[in-house]
């Protein structure tokens, strides 16, 4: 199992966002990570800046959104999307999607589901619970 630290995520997102800059060649995980670069320009001055990046502190208290959290939620629910992990989130996902016109949209609306599943895994101590996350996911889809 791969278990970057904090550090290496910037270090990816920063280099991603590099190579994306110089229009070098990008590996697979960078190329789906790019993608979500793109939609976010808001993090683009961020992402350029890797030795403020790697030392930047992101709390709640001070209402700034950690933009390798976030990109990092973005290209965990695309790889449980292209293995369809938990069964039945891809389905639920792409539902999801259809109804608000938008992949964006709905992986936002995904991170929610997958935010309260990891914040209950940590405060249980029990491990992450697929069906919750799957079936917070297929409500937000299937509810008006």
């Known amino acids: 199992m791969f278990a970057p630290s ?59 959104t950690n933009p390798f959290l976030h990109l990092s939620m973005h290209l965990t629910i695309s790889e449980q999307q292209s293995i369809d992990q938990p069964h039945g989130i891809n389905q639920a996902i792409n539902l999801l999607a259809a109804k608000r016109n938008s992949l964006h949209e709905a992986q936002h609306a995904a991170m929610e589901c997958l935010g309260e599943m990891i914040w209950a895994s940590q405060r249980s101590g029990l491990p992450p619970d697929g069906h919750q996350y799957l079936d917070c996911v297929s409500k937000k889809a299937t509810l008006r």
């Open 6 to 64: 904090q550090l290496d995520v910037r270090r990816f997102f920063c280099a991603t966002y590099r190579k994306l800059r110089e229009q070098l060649p990008l590996i697979p995980m960078e190329a789906i990570a790019a993608e979500w670069i793109e939609q976010h320009p808001e993090y683009h001055a961020e992402l350029a800046d890797e030795a403020a990046a790697l030392a930047a502190v992101y709390s709640v208290e001070d209402g700034r």
